[in-house]
C-alpha cells in the first residue's frame, strides 16, 4: 500500500476545491443574485467560504503531510514529545475559534436585521412598499394584490395565482400565510427563504433590481406535491406592473364574457 | 466460531441476494395501461357485473375500436377531437423540459385516475373528490343547463386551479401543454359517455347465446368484414335510439354555442340611481326568501343556511355519488359516499372564480351535478293573484352583489383568539 493511505487523504482537499471550481466553470454556483439585499447576504457567504476554506486545507495538507513523511514503512520516526496538557495550546485552540465566531456573530448582525426584523415602514411616503399577501397551500401559490384603496383585506383587492408579479426597484413586502401545512417561501434570485406557518402572518421582504422572470418554489417538503409546487416571479416596470393591475382589475370585475375579438389570457 | 452469531454474515449475504434478484424480476417492464370499465354505472344500467363477462369484453373491445388505448388513444372524426393533442398528453411521460409527451399521466393521473374516473391513488384523501370524467358532467362553466363546459372554461379551470378543493393551479405549463390536457379530459368524458351509451345498448341487444343480437343485414356485413367488433361500432354510429352516442360528441362540439347570456349588471353607469348598497340589500332579501306574495326568491337561505355558513347538516350527495350503494359498489371501485356541504359563503374562497360573471352563473345556472339548483325560477310571479314576473337577470345580479360582499361583513371577518378576544380574521 505504501504511501497510499496518504494519497487518499490529499484527494479530500484536492477534490473539494476542485469541485467548487468546476461548479463555478459550469454554472451551477449560486443562482444570479436580481436583487438589492442580495449583495451581503453573499458577501457573508464568501466570506464564510473563504474563512473555513483557508481553515480546510490547511489542516488537510498538513494531515497529509504527516502521513507522507512519517509513513511506517519508511521508518522515519516522528520527533514525538508526549505532554499531559498544555495551559498555553488549550487557551489558544479555545480563543481562537470563539473569536472567530463571535466575529461572525457581531459581522452578520446587521445584515440579518435589514433582512429578518427592520420591516419597510408602510408610512414611508417617499417610497412605500410594494405590498402583497401570499398563501401557500398545497400545491400552489395564491397572491392577492390591495386593490385601488392599497388596503388588503377590502372588497376591492385582486387575486392570482402562480404567477407573482412585482414592479422593479421597489421594495416589496409580502405577508406570507399558508392555508394548511408548513411550507417555504423561497426565491432563490432574492436571496429569499421564509417558512410559511398555518395560523401566522410573516412579514418578508426583498428590492428587485433586474427586470425578468425568476424562479418560486417550495422548499419545506410538505406532501407528496412538494415537488411541483412551483411559481413563477414576475419582475417588471412599474409601468408594466400598473399595466397588469388594471387588467386584473379588468378581468375581475368582468360581468359579461369579453367578445371573442378581446379575449385576452387570464392575467 | 463458538458463538452462533457466525451464522449471521452468511445468512445477511443471502437475504441480500433474495432482495435483489425480488428488485431485479419486479422491476421489469410494467404492463401497458388500460382503461377500466365503468363498473358501477354499468351495474346500475343493468348489467351484472360478476357474471357477464362475454359482455364485459365486447364493449371493452368495442372501446378499443373507437377510443384506442390510454398510451396510443384514437378518436373518430366525427367526435371533434383534434388526435395530434391527444397523443401529446397521453401515454408514459418522455421527453425534455418544454416537449413532454405524458401529459395526463405527469399532472393529473394521480387523483383523476387512469380512466378518469376521478379515482386516482391520491383521491381517496381529498374532499371533495376529483372530477370523475365519464360523465360529461362539469360544475364550473359558462353553458347553460348540463352542456358540456367549453374549452375556455376548462382553461380557466386548470389556469386558476379550484381554490378550497385539491385542484391546484397549473397556470405554468405551456400554452400546448395547457390545449393537449384539455383535448385529452374532453377524450375522457366522450370514451366515458360513449361507454354508459354502448352498455345500454348492449343490455337492450345482448342474447346470451349468441352475444350481440344484429339485424340480418348487420350480420352480413360483420361476415363480410369478419369483424364483429367493427360492426357494432358500426351498429352504434348508425343508431338512431339511445345508444346513439353522437348526440353527446355534437354537445361537445357544439358546447360554445350553448353559452349562457349574460344581460348587463345594472350599474352607475346606466342608471344613476343605483346604489351598490341598496342592491346589496335587495340581494339579501332575495337570499332569504323562498316564497312571497309578489316573486319568487332565491331561497339560498334553503341550504346555505340563515348564517349564509353552509352549516344546515343536511345530508345531500352529488350527482356521482347519489346512486352508489355503500360495500357493492365499493367493490366496484366506487369512492365511499361522502356527503357534499354547501359552501360557506363568507370564507371569501369561491370555488369557480370569484368574478361578478363566474358567481351569475353559478346562481343562474346551478352547480351542474350538485344539490344547488338554478336560479332561473328567480323573479317569477309569486304566490298572490295576478303578480308579474320581474327581471330575472337584474335579480340575480343583486343576489351576486350580496354574495360578493357577505365575505366582507364585519361579522364574517371577526374570528375567536386564543384569548377569546375578537380580532379581524386577517390579523389572526
Given at each position: 500500500?505504501?504511501?497510499?493511505?496518504?494519497?487518499l487523504?490529499?484527494?479530500?482537499?484536492v477534490?473539494?476545491?476542485a469541485?467548487?471550481?468546476?461548479?463555478?466553470?459550469?454554472?451551477?454556483?449560486?443562482?444570479?443574485?436580481?436583487?438589492?439585499?442580495?449583495?451581503?447576504?453573499?458577501?457573508?457567504?464568501y466570506?464564510?467560504?473563504?474563512?473555513?476554506?483557508?481553515v480546510?486545507?490547511i489542516?488537510?495538507g498538513?494531515?497529509?503531510?504527516?502521513?507522507w513523511?512519517?509513513?511506517?514503512r519508511?521508518?522515519?520516526?516522528?520527533p514525538?514529545?508526549?505532554v499531559?496538557?498544555?495551559h498555553?495550546?488549550?487557551?489558544?485552540?479555545?480563543?481562537?475559534?470563539?473569536?472567530?465566531l463571535?466575529?461572525?456573530?457581531?459581522?452578520?448582525?446587521?445584515?440579518?436585521?435589514?433582512?429578518k426584523?427592520?420591516?419597510?415602514?408602510?408610512?414611508?411616503?417617499?417610497?412605500?412598499?410594494?405590498?402583497?399577501e401570499?398563501t401557500?397551500?398545497?400545491?400552489?401559490?395564491?397572491?392577492?394584490?390591495?386593490?385601488?384603496?392599497k388596503?388588503?383585506?377590502?372588497?376591492d383587492?385582486l387575486?392570482?395565482?402562480?404567477?407573482?408579479?412585482v414592479?422593479?426597484?421597489?421594495?416589496i413586502?409580502?405577508?406570507l400565510?399558508?392555508?394548511?401545512?408548513?411550507?417555504?417561501?423561497?426565491?432563490?434570485?432574492m436571496?429569499?427563504k421564509?417558512?410559511?406557518?398555518?395560523?401566522?402572518k410573516?412579514p418578508?421582504?426583498?428590492?428587485?433590481t433586474?427586470?425578468?422572470?425568476d424562479?418560486l418554489?417550495?422548499?419545506?417538503?410538505?406532501?407528496?406535491?412538494?415537488?411541483?409546487?412551483?411559481?413563477?416571479?414576475?419582475?417588471?416596470s412599474?409601468?408594466?406592473?400598473?399595466?397588469?393591475?388594471?387588467?386584473?382589475q379588468?378581468?375581475q370585475?368582468?360581468?359579461?364574457?369579453p367578445?371573442a375579438?378581446?379575449?385576452?389570457?387570464?392575467p | 466460531?463458538?458463538?452462533?452469531?457466525?451464522?449471521?454474515?452468511p445468512?445477511?449475504?443471502?437475504?441480500?441476494?433474495a432482495?435483489?434478484?425480488?428488485?431485479?424480476?419486479?422491476c421489469?417492464?410494467?404492463?401497458?395501461?388500460?382503461?377500466?370499465?365503468?363498473?358501477?354505472?354499468?351495474?346500475?344500467g343493468?348489467?351484472?357485473?360478476?357474471?357477464?363477462?362475454?359482455?364485459?369484453?365486447?364493449?371493452?373491445?368495442?372501446?378499443?375500436?373507437?377510443?384506442?388505448t390510454?398510451?396510443?388513444?384514437?378518436?373518430l372524426?366525427?367526435?371533434?377531437?383534434?388526435?395530434d393533442?391527444?397523443?401529446?398528453?397521453?401515454?408514459?411521460?418522455?421527453?425534455a423540459?418544454?416537449?413532454?409527451?405524458?401529459l395526463?399521466?405527469?399532472?393529473?393521473?394521480?387523483?383523476?385516475?387512469?380512466?378518469?374516473?376521478g379515482?386516482?391513488?391520491?383521491?381517496q384523501?381529498?374532499?371533495?373528490?376529483?372530477?370523475?370524467y365519464?360523465?360529461?358532467?362539469?360544475?364550473?362553466?359558462?353553458?347553460?343547463?348540463?352542456?358540456p363546459?367549453?374549452?375556455a372554461?376548462?382553461?380557466?379551470?386548470?389556469?386558476?386551479?379550484?381554490?378550497?378543493?385539491?385542484?391546484?393551479s397549473?397556470?405554468?405549463?405551456?400554452?400546448?401543454?395547457?390545449?393537449?390536457?384539455?383535448?385529452?379530459?374532453?377524450?375522457?368524458?366522450?370514451?366515458?359517455e360513449?361507454?354508459?351509451?354502448?352498455?345500454?345498448?348492449?343490455?337492450?341487444n345482448?342474447?346470451?347465446?349468441?352475444?350481440?343480437?344484429?339485424?340480418?343485414?348487420?350480420?352480413?356485413?360483420?361476415?363480410?368484414?369478419n369483424d364483429?367488433?367493427?360492426s357494432l361500432?358500426?351498429t352504434?354510429?348508425?343508431a338512431?335510439?339511445?345508444a346513439?352516442?353522437?348526440?353527446?360528441?355534437?354537445?361537445w362540439?357544439?358546447?360554445?354555442?350553448?353559452l349562457?347570456?349574460?344581460?348587463?349588471?345594472?350599474?352607475?353607469?346606466?342608471?344613476?340611481d343605483?346604489e351598490?348598497?341598496?342592491?346589496?340589500?335587495?340581494?339579501?332579501?332575495l337570499?332569504?326568501?323562498?316564497?312571497?306574495?309578489?316573486?319568487a326568491?332565491?331561497?339560498?337561505?334553503?341550504?346555505?343556511?340563515?348564517?349564509?355558513m353552509?352549516?344546515?347538516?343536511?345530508?345531500?350527495?352529488?350527482?356521482?355519488?347519489?346512486?352508489?350503494k355503500?360495500?357493492?359498489?365499493?367493490a366496484l371501485?366506487a369512492l365511499?359516499k361522502?356527503?357534499?356541504?354547501?359552501?360557506?359563503?363568507?370564507?371569501?374562497?369561491?370555488?369557480?372564480?370569484?368574478?361578478?360573471?363566474?358567481?351569475?352563473?353559478?346562481?343562474y345556472?346551478?352547480?351542474?351535478?350538485?344539490?344547488?339548483?338554478?336560479?332561473?325560477?328567480?323573479?317569477?310571479?309569486?304566490?298572490?293573484?295576478?303578480?308579474?314576473?320581474?327581471?330575472?337577470?337584474k335579480?340575480?345580479w343583486?343576489?351576486?352583489?350580496y354574495?360578493?360582499?357577505?365575505?366582507?361583513e364585519?361579522?364574517?371577518?371577526l374570528?375567536?383568539?386564543?384569548?377569546?378576544?375578537?380580532?379581524?380574521?386577517?390579523?389572526?
Amino acid at each position: 500500500m505504501g504511501k497510499f493511505w496518504s494519497l487518499l487523504f490529499l484527494a479530500v482537499p484536492v477534490l473539494g476545491v476542485a469541485s467548487f471550481v468546476w461548479g463555478w466553470q459550469e454554472k451551477i454556483w449560486l443562482p444570479e443574485d436580481h436583487s438589492a439585499n442580495g449583495g451581503a447576504i453573499d458577501h457573508l457567504f464568501y466570506f464564510i467560504l473563504a474563512l473555513t476554506g483557508v481553515v480546510f486545507v490547511i489542516t488537510e495538507g498538513a494531515m497529509f503531510w504527516f502521513m507522507w513523511r512519517y509513513d511506517s514503512r519508511s521508518g522515519k520516526r516522528p520527533p514525538t514529545k508526549f505532554v499531559h496538557g498544555s495551559h498555553t495550546l488549550e487557551v489558544v485552540w479555545t480563543i481562537v475559534p470563539a473569536a472567530t465566531l463571535l466575529f461572525i456573530a457581531i459581522y452578520q448582525m446587521n445584515v440579518w436585521a435589514d433582512n429578518k426584523m427592520r420591516r419597510p415602514d408602510m408610512a414611508n411616503m417617499q417610497d412605500p412598499p410594494v405590498e402583497i399577501e401570499v398563501t401557500a397551500r398545497q400545491f400552489e401559490w395564491r397572491f392577492r394584490y390591495p386593490g385601488p384603496d392599497k388596503i388588503i383585506g377590502t372588497a376591492d383587492d385582486l387575486f392570482t395565482v402562480n404567477e407573482l408579479h412585482v414592479p422593479v426597484n421597489r421594495k416589496i413586502l409580502i405577508q406570507l400565510k399558508s392555508q394548511d401545512v408548513l411550507h417555504s417561501f423561497f426565491l432563490p434570485n432574492m436571496r429569499v427563504k421564509q417558512d410559511a406557518v398555518p395560523g401566522m402572518k410573516q412579514p418578508v421582504w426583498f428590492t428587485p433590481t433586474q427586470i425578468g422572470k425568476d424562479d418560486l418554489v417550495c422548499a419545506e417538503l410538505c406532501g407528496w406535491g412538494h415537488y411541483k409546487m412551483k411559481g413563477r416571479l414576475i419582475v417588471e416596470s412599474q409601468a408594466d406592473y400598473d399595466k397588469f393591475l388594471q387588467s386584473l382589475q379588468e378581468y375581475q370585475s368582468a360581468t359579461q364574457e369579453p367578445a371573442a375579438a378581446q379575449k385576452k389570457d387570464i392575467p | 466460531m463458538n458463538s452462533p452469531f457466525f451464522l449471521i454474515r452468511p445468512a445477511l449475504a443471502a437475504v441480500s441476494l433474495a432482495v435483489l434478484v425480488v428488485c431485479l424480476s419486479g422491476c421489469g417492464d410494467a404492463p401497458p395501461a388500460r382503461f377500466h370499465l365503468n363498473l358501477v354505472e354499468l351495474k346500475h344500467g343493468g348489467l351484472d357485473p360478476v357474471a357477464d363477462q362475454r359482455q364485459q369484453q365486447v364493449l371493452a373491445n368495442t372501446l378499443t375500436a373507437l377510443f384506442g388505448t390510454p398510451d396510443d388513444p384514437y378518436a373518430l372524426p366525427e367526435t371533434g377531437l383534434n388526435i395530434d393533442k391527444l397523443k401529446r398528453a397521453a401515454g408514459p411521460v418522455t421527453g425534455a423540459e418544454g416537449a413532454k409527451t405524458g401529459l395526463y399521466r405527469l399532472h393529473c393521473v394521480h387523483c383523476h385516475g387512469i380512466s378518469g374516473d376521478g379515482a386516482g391513488p391520491t383521491a381517496q384523501f381529498l374532499n371533495p373528490y376529483p372530477r370523475d370524467y365519464r360523465h360529461g358532467w362539469y360544475k364550473f362553466k359558462s353553458t347553460e343547463g348540463a352542456f358540456p363546459p367549453t374549452d375556455a372554461d376548462l382553461k380557466k379551470t386548470l389556469t386558476l386551479g379550484i381554490p378550497g378543493t385539491a385542484m391546484p393551479s397549473f397556470r405554468l405549463l405551456d400554452e400546448d401543454e395547457m390545449d393537449a390536457v384539455i383535448e385529452y379530459v374532453k377524450y375522457l368524458s366522450l370514451r366515458g359517455e360513449t361507454e354508459l351509451r354502448l352498455s345500454a345498448y348492449l343490455n337492450e341487444n345482448w342474447e346470451p347465446e349468441s352475444g350481440e343480437k344484429l339485424k340480418p343485414e348487420q350480420i352480413e356485413a360483420a361476415k363480410k368484414k369478419n369483424d364483429a367488433i367493427f360492426s357494432l361500432r358500426e351498429t352504434i354510429l348508425a343508431a338512431d335510439d339511445s345508444a346513439k352516442c353522437d348526440k353527446d360528441w355534437n354537445d361537445w362540439k357544439n358546447a360554445e354555442k350553448k353559452l349562457i347570456k349574460v344581460l348587463p349588471k345594472p350599474s352607475k353607469d346606466q342608471d344613476p340611481d343605483f346604489e351598490l348598497a341598496k342592491s346589496i340589500e335587495i340581494g339579501r332579501k332575495l337570499f332569504y326568501q323562498t316564497q312571497s306574495p309578489k316573486v319568487a326568491g332565491g331561497g339560498c337561505i334553503a341550504c346555505h343556511g340563515p348564517s349564509a355558513m353552509g352549516d344546515d347538516g343536511a345530508v345531500r350527495y352529488d350527482k356521482w355519488q347519489e346512486n352508489v350503494k355503500p360495500a357493492e359498489d365499493y367493490a366496484l371501485g366506487a369512492l365511499p359516499k361522502r356527503v357534499i356541504v354547501p359552501r360557506n359563503i363568507r370564507t371569501g374562497i369561491f370555488r369557480g372564480g370569484r368574478r361578478p360573471l363566474d358567481l351569475y352563473y353559478r346562481v343562474y345556472n346551478g352547480i351542474n351535478g350538485t344539490p344547488m339548483p338554478d336560479g332561473k325560477a328567480i323573479g317569477s310571479p309569486g304566490i298572490a293573484a295576478g303578480e308579474k314576473a320581474a327581471d330575472n337577470s337584474k335579480l340575480i345580479w343583486h343576489i351576486v352583489d350580496y354574495i360578493s360582499n357577505l365575505p366582507f361583513e364585519p361579522e364574517s371577518e371577526l374570528s375567536t383568539a386564543k384569548d377569546g378576544s375578537t380580532v379581524h380574521r386577517d390579523n389572526l
